[in-house]
């Protein structure tokens, strides 16, 4: 029997006036996504659930402003739009916010710029980075960790271990800095020890090349049990297989 989708599971619609189809259910801005269009997001990652915390993906729908991350196509007949005066005034209201916030976030200057937002004199000069977007929050989470999470409200609101210490729970993975959309996570890896959260951790060497390439907890995990050699030692030898099986051909 054909896996095909059935009629009955796609809507179909109108985006900034091109007709789409798309799977019920599908996103906003994943739809808009499929026709190569840009939607601005910042709390938004393919590889994690949807959390609509930056508020900076607004999009209309049927003149309704919604957040495309968290928006899905149930019924036909939708007209969405992507960038007219009133999402583009919205987008910059949500943008004043976060670049008060965070006037030194490279990533946050240049939206700002496209929308013509600048930071308030009496702002210049912080430097925090943290967005709340809550990405390296959700990361921790999936990866079955849940070492650090938010703590306090409104602009006291951070991103932390169990109260405010080093949290117990983490395993140097990096996932909360491989998300983080401005930089504000950082780490550092030196004589073979990885420092982050203000924990260290020794770090297991390479079977092939003899470096420091991964944290014991990482290892635990049964994703990356079996690897014994880094990332950049895998892709030398599947290469090198690659180039011998050809070679035989």
């Known amino acids: 029997m054909l896996n095909c989708q059935s009629h009955l599971d796609l809507v179909e619609g109108l985006i900034d006036?091109?007709?789409?189809?798309?799977?019920?259910?599908?996103?906003?801005?994943?739809?808009?996504?499929?026709?190569?269009?840009?939607?601005p997001t910042l709390c938004h990652h393919e590889g994690l659930p949807g959390d609509g915390n930056c508020r900076l993906c607004l999009v209309e729908i049927n003149g309704r402003m919604v957040t495309s991350c968290m928006y899905p196509l149930r019924e036909n007949g939708f007209v969405v739009e992507t960038d007219n005066e009133d999402i583009r005034r919205a987008r910059a209201f949500v943008l004043e916010m976060l670049v008060d916030?965070?006037?030194?976030?490279?990533?946050?200057?240049?939206?700002?710029?496209?929308?013509?937002?600048t930071p308030e004199e009496r702002f210049k000069g912080d430097d925090d980075l943290c967005i709340r977007c809550g990405r390296c929050v959700r990361a921790c989470e999936i990866n079955g960790t849940a070492a650090i999470g938010f703590a306090g409200r409104g602009a006291e609101r951070s991103v932390t271990g169990?109260?405010?210490?080093?949290p117990d729970d983490c395993i140097g993975c990096l996932a909360c800095a491989a998300v983080c959309p401005t930089g504000k996570i950082v780490f550092s890896e030196k004589?073979?020890?990885?420092?982050?959260?203000?924990?260290?951790?020794?770090?297991?060497r390479c079977c092939e090349c003899g470096r420091p390439y991964a944290t014991p907890g990482q290892l635990s995990r049964p994703e990356f049990a079996a690897n014994e050699i880094c990332a950049q030692c895998r892709r030398r030898l599947m290469a090198a297989d690659m180039k011998r099986s050809f070679t035989e051909y």
């Open 17 to 39: 006036g091109q007709a789409v189809e798309v799977a019920r259910d599908t996103t906003i801005l994943a739809a808009v996504r499929l026709l190569n269009r840009s939607v």
């Open 162 to 166: 169990p109260f405010f210490t080093a």
């Open 101 to 117: 916030r965070c006037p030194s976030s490279p990533r946050l200057m240049a939206l700002a710029a496209e929308y013509g937002v």
């Open 191 to 204: 004589h073979g020890r990885r420092s982050i959260w203000g924990r260290e951790f020794e770090m297991v």
